[in-house]
């Protein structure tokens, strides 16, 4: 018996070393046994833009790593081009510049290390790039997010907010305008040079307009009863608006520049002229949210309450009132197709009406939606969906072409459609 002691002893090291091996080359990054890379590089992303896709990845230790090798496949390629040499083991990023906008491009970036080049698995990622900027107030993380053309990835992250509810975008520079409104502030954001200016000291601002001819941004300071123009770097702009009884919609018409104001809390919808002098005030039950047709000169006004949505001609008429909507909230004009798209939150829908108010299509399955906005090139809708935390992106005929899920609470969304 005790002559078996050793040996035994020795076994137990032996299956003591081997374990520690089969550690130490599981942990090994480029192993295919890693549970965390499956042997190809770490965090590997295709983030698209306009013309370009940046890729990106996490580091990893660079013993015996030689580095990185990316390849590149479309539709017109037959098979994977390589479109890199070797890059230097600390790099982490690359950017495809040059590219064309609509056509999805698919990667594979390798690990090349020492005395093995090459090495499988890849990772593998899809992007498709295009002039479109998405902006969603995400108000569950407090966070403003910039989304990918394509809508697969988040390619910015502005945090540190309170409860972001609404976002709005200037069309000719692309600052981005959004309410925290729990916190009392508006922020604006300039995505080419970074910086931020916040509009602090407001009671609750909620609903946006942006001002493209004055760089400037309209906000509805909803329990104060005040709507306020600032400028971009947070300046009030002449004499507010005052009293209009919580003003929680508004909207710039592109013809003449008038003001139209949802009035909440006194249920009517008002117009001012350019100068801020009345034009009209008129009764209308529960207005939530205004938009305005630029080609046929009329705005649509939806009504949570009544369930109800209104096209008012510019004398202030009411001309058609549609009943039977499931809570409508947001809505967006597509002028150039005279489409005019409806959030209905108790439905979880959308409803896209022509300007007759006849139904052109619905797109089902969108918990909670409450807030679209449409690319007027392509006829595109961008909607978020709080219910089930997504943003989703939706073709000119009603497919829903790409859902981005995982988010907190996302509430507002717009659209830069890119420069011309």
């Known amino acids: 018996m005790r002559a078996r002691l050793p ?8 299956l003591v070393t081997l374990a520690a091996c089969s550690r130490r080359e599981r942990a090994n990054p480029f192993d295919p046994g ?19 896709i940046d890729l990106r990845w996490d580091p ?16 017109i390629d037959t098979g994977y081009i390589a479109i890199t040499t070797v890059l230097a083991p600390d790099r982490v990023s690359y950017a495809d510049v040059g590219l064309q906008n609509g056509l999805d491009h698919a990667y594979r970036l390798f690990f090349v290390l020492a005395g093995r080049g090459e090495t499988a698995p890849a990772a593998e990622d899809v992007a498709t790039p295009g002039p479109q900027r998405p902006w969603v107030a995400e108000a569950g993380a407090g966070r403003l997010l910039g989304i990918t053309p394509d809508g697969r990835r988040i390619r910015i992250i502005h945090s540190g907010f309170d409860r972001p509810t609404v976002v709005a975008v200037d069309s000719v520079t692309g600052r981005v305008w959004f309410s925290d ?7 604006s954001f300039d995505p080419g040079s970074g910086a931020v200016v916040n509009i602090p000291g407001l009671v609750s601002p909620g609903a946006l307009a942006a001002e ?3 760089q400037s941004v309209w906000v509805c300071d909803e329990q104060n009863d005040v709507v306020q123009e600032f400028s971009a770097s947070g300046t009030p702009l002449g004499s507010p608006i005052e009293p209009v009884l919580t003003p929680i919609g508004i909207a710039i018409a592109a013809w003449d520049r008038s003001l139209w104001i949802c009035e909440r809390g006194a249920d009517r919808l008002r117009r001012y002229a350019a100068d801020r002098s009345l034009i009209w005030s008129i009764p209308l039950a529960g207005p939530s949210r205004v938009a305005t047709d630029s080609v046929a000169q009329r705005a649509w006004v939806t009504s949570f309450e009544t369930g109800q949505v209104y096209r008012i001609a510019p004398s202030g008429t009411v001309e058609l009132t549609l009943p039977g909507f499931g809570g409508p909230i947001g809505l967006a004009v597509d002028a150039r197709r005279g489409h005019i798209w409806i959030t209905e939150a108790l439905a979880d829908q959308i409803t896209v009406i022509d300007r007759s108010g006849a139904v052109v299509f619905r797109v089902p399955g969108l918990s909670e939606t409450r807030d679209v906005a449409v690319d007027r090139e392509t006829g595109e809708a961008w909607a978020v969906a709080p219910g089930s935390g997504e943003v989703v992106r939706i073709a000119s005929d009603g497919r829903v072409v790409r859902r981005l899920s995982g988010l907190n609470g996302p509430f507002g969304v717009a659209l830069d459609p890119g420069r011309p």
């Open 181 to 187: 409104s729990f916190a009392g502030r508006v922020t």
């Open 212 to 214: 493209p001819l004055r």
């Open 34 to 52: 890693n549970p965390d890379t499956r042997g190809a590089p770490p965090g590997f992303v295709a983030l698209a833009a306009d013309g370009r």
């Open 7 to 14: 040996l035994l002893a020795a076994l137990a090291v032996t």
């Open 60 to 75: 990893v230790p660079t013993g015996g790593l030689t580095g990185y090798r990316l390849y590149r496949k479309t539709p």
